[in-house]
Each structure stands twice: as C-alpha cells, then as structure tokens.
C-alpha cells in the first residue's frame, strides 16, 4: 500500500511545483514583461493573476509609481558668468516596460544615472542664455509666467523625448532651490539694499512734496476763507450801523427831548462808574443840565 501511496504523492507534489511556478500575481502598483529565453513575449502586463510555461517563461516586475530623481546641487554659469548653485529634481514613471527592460535592464538607479547628466546638461545651457535677475527673481510678462518656470517647461519638453527612448515617462520636474556662492551673495545683498535705499528716497522725497502741496493748499484755502468772512462780517457790521443809525435818526426825530435825555443818561452812566468818582464841572456844564431844576 506504502509503495503505492509514494509515487502518487511525488506525481501531486511535482505537479503543484508546476502550477505554482506557471502562475504569477501582478499587483496594483506594478506592470511587468513576460520572456522567453531572455526575449520579450508579452509587455506591459496589467494587475491580476496571469499564466506562464514553467522553466520556459521568465516574468519582470516594475513599479508604475512615480520615481524621483534628486540631483547634487550643481554650480551653473549664467549669461554674465556668475555662478549659481542650482538643485533640482525629476519625477519618471515607468510608460513602457519591454524598452525599460531592454534599456537599462529595469534597474531605476541605473536610469538615473543616465538621465541625471543629461538634465543637468539642459539646466546648464538654459542658464547660459540668462541673466542672474531673469533666474533668480525675473518675470516672463508676454508669457505671464516667471523665467524659472519658462526654463523648466523648455527643459521638461527636451528630456521627455529622453525618457522615452528608456520607456519612462517624464511626469515633472523643477528647481528646488538657487543659491548665490558666498562670494557672490554679499554683492547681491549690497546692490539690493543700494536700490532699495533709492526707492525708499525717491518715495520720501514724493511724499515730503506731496506734504508740502497739500500745506500750501490749506493754508491757501485758510486765507481765502478768512478774507471771506472778514468781508462778511465788515458787510454786516456796516449794515448793522446803517440800521442802528437809522433807529437812532426816527427815535430822535420822533421825540427830540427824550432822546437827549436818554443819551444822557448813557453818558451818566458811563462817566460816573465808581462810587467815589469825582466829576468837577460848572454847575452851569450842559452835562448837568438834567439835574438843573426846571
């Protein structure tokens, strides 16, 4: 019975060797290539279970997420030969595995190496055609766009026909940072610090016009508008004693008597203020002529 049982325990056991060895799972984040004797059969196999020959078959995993490039901070020549230190990076995934396969063996750090020079070399020459102000703080105003970002759409568009000759796509890339060298900063810093001291001048000195006009204008204004009332109330005072004139004239021609009894009486009073004053006066004065007996 023993000797039975062994034999059909091999002939499953070589048999689940070989289903195990003829399936293979792709998952979500992977794409692969199927081979034969080192040669591409199928390419760019999506996620799920799938079938190979055992021993004949060869399968290739790649990850389809996005890989990053992170180049060395670079010393970069700009158009007036100052140097710039200059670190970026790249994003690529996998777009055609069989040409990847076949490129650089599927190896993601055997890619880089061979992409980095050749961005490196695109950022060299886009910065040899540009001024220091254009890359550091320039702005494109036809394109509505800074410079640095019209130097990274250029060089984006050359590098994505490199990665495709590699089977990656080239999905993103940017400037991460530029520095100025320490020798250079300094200079910067002091021409930066000249021209902002020469607009904050040339605002002051609008500003202080600007408060003197605007000093004239009121003072201006203050002495027309006295000269106004000044008139107006030399205006009214004439119209004032025109009318009290005019009072006095009927009051005097009504009762000629009672009006010079009455004005002098305002004379009384305001001769005689104090108690103590003395007036002397002949008895015969027209001043006392109401205190004379009729």
């Known amino acids: 019975m023993n000797q039975k049982i062994t034999p059909i325990v091999i002939i499953l056991a070589i048999i689940a060797f070989l289903l195990a060895n003829s399936i293979y799972i792709v998952k979500q984040w992977e ?9 591409v059969q199928e390419n760019n196999i999506g996620p799920g279970l799938n079938f190979k020959v055992p021993f004949i078959n060869t399968v290739r995993k790649f990850d389809r997420r996005l890989q990053t490039l992170v ?34 063996q599927g190896n993601a750090m055997r890619l880089n190496s061979l992409l980095k020079p050749v961005v490196q070399d695109n950022y060299r020459a ?81 500003g202080e016009a600007t408060y003197i006009e605007k000093v004239a204008n009121a003072d201006k204004e203050r002495e027309i508008r006295l000269a106004d009332a000044y008139k107006r109330a030399e205006i009214l005072r004439g119209e004032g004693d025109a009318a009290a004139t005019s009072i006095y004239a009927k009051a005097f021609s009504a009762n000629p008597e009672f009006y010079e009894f009455n004005r002098s009486l305002e004379v009384y009073q305001k001769g005689i203020k104090r108690d103590g004053d003395i007036l002397i006066l002949d008895t015969d004065s027209e001043f006392f002529q109401y205190f004379q007996p009729k």
């Open 31 to 39: 794409t692969a290539i199927r081979l034969q004797f080192g040669v």
């Open 71 to 104: 180049t060395d901070p670079e010393p970069f020549l700009t158009l007036e030969k100052k140097n710039l230190i200059v670190d970026t990076f790249v994003q690529w995934r996998v777009a055609d595995p069989k040409v990847f396969y076949e490129r650089v």
């Open 126 to 206: 886009e910065f040899a055609n540009r001024n220091l102000q254009e890359v550091v703080a320039g702005f494109d105003g036809a394109a509505n766009i800074t410079v640095r970002a019209v130097i990274q759409n250029d060089i984006l568009n050359n590098i994505r026909e490199t990665g495709k000759q590699y089977g990656i796509d080239i999905v993103d890339m940017r400037i991460k940072g530029v520095e100025l060298p320490d020798d250079v900063k300094q200079s910067v810093y002091d021409r930066m610090n000249t021209e902002r001291e020469r607009a904050a001048k040339e605002f002051r000195a609008r």
